[in-house]
């Protein structure tokens, strides 16, 4: 726990000095204090002239921590293994390689722990907001089996692709949630600054208005007396049920039902969670993992709180005999392709192969469903965003066309 809290306190400073050969030398280097950043430096050959901590930024945090910044550092330490770099000696080069000034932070506190005689995988397992059980359990296989390189390649490589699975469903679900706010932060500024000039011209005419044009200018009275009340009302909607979604199981569970049955996106929401349960158990069945316990970070990394159960469901039948392809099943959420293919890795002793073959199969799946999704949304955005700016100018003109038949 000592060492735990001393790790946190490593901080960034500034120096300069001279190197053995009399010239000035300046940069940055990751310390718990002034003194053993001189020790460090004078260690690496460099005579500390002046050594401060470095200034926080006015404007702005440091950067956070993001799972591709950990795929990419999972790849980084994969290829420096594979070269032969020590394992101390890689997190420093990674370490003053990284610009993100958080996970600089994060990997010397790492190699920091792992200097002091701390195995790599109980180094990760003090960071558990980082790096899940998952990726703790295969580096400690790697390290007992004496094969971390392998083990860090194929992390990589899990990381790589579960990152790149997320991004095509974000892709899915961006793409038309930005074009509909877009389309109506144009119509209400339509409502509250066009329409209310076109108003006053219709004052001066005298003459009715046709009921398209005065359900839109009463659409526009109620925005300019209401718009902060309705914008308060949908940003603490937004925030509530974002909050709710976090918090509270029943509500996770709610939304996550709606994203399986939903229209187009349950499918690739579908696909996206089995993608994911086939590529973390085949990764985990690699390393070695006996079945039961892969099973719970395989729940972890679904994505989706009703695969989530299912995992935990199929883990309990698997510990009592059950066979996994008849777990899967009884679960009602896998298609049959699927639980054939598993049922084939079991008969076979390749569970593992098939399992990657599985994942491939949803991962293309998944990218062709975005693909498909994203042709089928544009002539439907397209025909909303007609629907609404254009609905609003033609309620806008049709008083002047009316005025110009009667003249």
Request: neutral net charge.
């Amino acid at each position: 726990m000592a060492a735990k809290a001393a790790t946190a306190e490593k901080v960034e400073f500034l120096y300069e000095g001279t190197n053995r050969g009399g010239s000035k030398v300046k940069g940055e280097i990751y310390a718990l204090s002034d003194t053993l950043a001189k020790s460090e430096l004078r260690k690496q050959g460099i005579n500390p002239l002046r050594v401060k901590k470095k200034p926080k930024p006015l404007f702005g945090g440091a950067a956070k921590i993001k799972p591709a910044d950990i795929a990419i550092f999972a790849r980084q330490m994969a290829t420096m293994m594979q070269a032969g770099v020590p394992l101390v000696q890689s997190f420093e080069i990674i370490g003053q390689g990284n610009e993100n000034p958080a996970m600089q932070k994060l990997i010397f506190a790492i190699k920091t722990e792992v200097e002091g005689g701390v195995s790599l995988a109980e180094a990760l397992a003090k960071q558990p907001l980082y790096f899940d059980q998952l990726f703790v359990n295969l580096v400690n296989a790697g390290e007992q089996s004496g094969a971390l390189e392998t083990m860090l390649d194929k992390l990589a490589t899990y990381k790589e692709k579960t990152e790149a699975l997320k991004a095509k469903v974000k892709k899915a679900l961006f793409y038309p949630i930005a074009v509909m706010v877009v389309a109506f932060i144009v119509t209400v500024i339509l409502l509250v600054f066009v329409v209310p000039q076109f108003q006053d011209l219709f004052e001066s005419f005298g003459a009715d208005l046709p009921a398209l044009t005065l359900f839109v200018i009463g659409l526009s009275d109620f925005m300019q007396q209401w718009w902060y009340v309705i914008a308060g009302a949908i940003a603490g909607a937004v925030w509530l049920l974002l909050h709710l979604k976090k918090t509270s199981p029943k509500v996770q569970m709610a939304f996550d039902r709606v994203a399986l049955r939903a229209p187009v996106l349950g499918d690739i929401t579908t696909k996206s969670a089995i993608a994911r349960f086939s590529r973390t158990l085949e990764t985990m069945s690699t390393a070695g993992v006996p079945l039961v316990e892969a099973m719970d970070s395989v729940a972890g990394a679904c994505g989706n709180i009703i695969y989530h159960d299912a995992s935990l469901k199929i883990r309990d039948e698997v510990s009592q005999g059950t066979q996994l392809q008849t777990s899967m099943r009884n679960t009602g959420l896998f298609p049959n392709m699927a639980i054939q293919m598993v049922s084939i890795g079991e008969e076979a002793g390749s569970l593992d192969a098939m399992l990657a073959k599985v994942a491939d199969f949803y991962e293309t799946e998944v990218d062709n469903a975005v693909d498909a999704l994203t042709s089928l949304l544009e002539p439907i955005i397209m025909a909303v965003l007609g629907v609404l700016v254009g609905g609003l100018i033609i309620a806008m003109y049709l008083p002047i066309f009316k005025l110009g038949s009667v003249v």
